[in-house]
């Protein structure tokens, strides 16, 4: 068993850290996000508090299970978002517009965020940043996907599971 301030373990808790952040940085910097954005926060949330409760004396194959399944969530969000974003699946009608039959609604309904700021209305359809033709749902995606990688690879080491194509639980 890990020590509480094993590298290893203080690994598992920063790992998430970084792509939570930067959703945070990019908002600070005028890029509003979208529901789906927000979505795929709740996730890194979560693994960064399941690397935390791994400095405490409490079973750790349930904490990486439940790490593994916050980054794979996160990184399938950000797969279905970023798939609204090109196209090839339509989204949420809540944030992309679509199928809305705009004459049964209220001003209120069209304009949600009027009372408040509605220049921050971000519709999820929409790319609103790109790096090397990826959006910012499809770099969470891919990063996600590799913390994922990195959860059960932790799983893996704590169950002493050689990749050999042969489990050794002994």
Known sequence: MK???????????????????G??????????PCAMCIWQRYPHAIAIGMGALLLFALPILPILIIGALSALSTSA???FHTG???GWWEGPTSCTGSGLD??????????????????NLVLCSEV???FLTLSMASWNAILSGV?????LVAIARHQK???HGVADVS
């Open 3 to 21: 020590s509480a301030a094993s590298p290893e373990t203080l690994f598992n808790i920063v790992r998430d850290i970084p792509l939570l952040l």
């Open 23 to 32: 959703a945070f940085v990019f908002q600070a910097l005028g890029y509003a």
């Open 77 to 79: 969000l950000g797969v």
């Open 84 to 86: 609204v974003e090109r």
């Open 102 to 119: 705009v004459s049964q609604m209220s001003v209120s309904e069209l304009l949600p965020s009027a009372s408040s700021n509605a220049s």
């Open 128 to 130: 609103v940043w790109e």
């Open 147 to 151: 913390l994922a990688c990195l959860w």
């Open 161 to 163: 599971v050689r990749w």
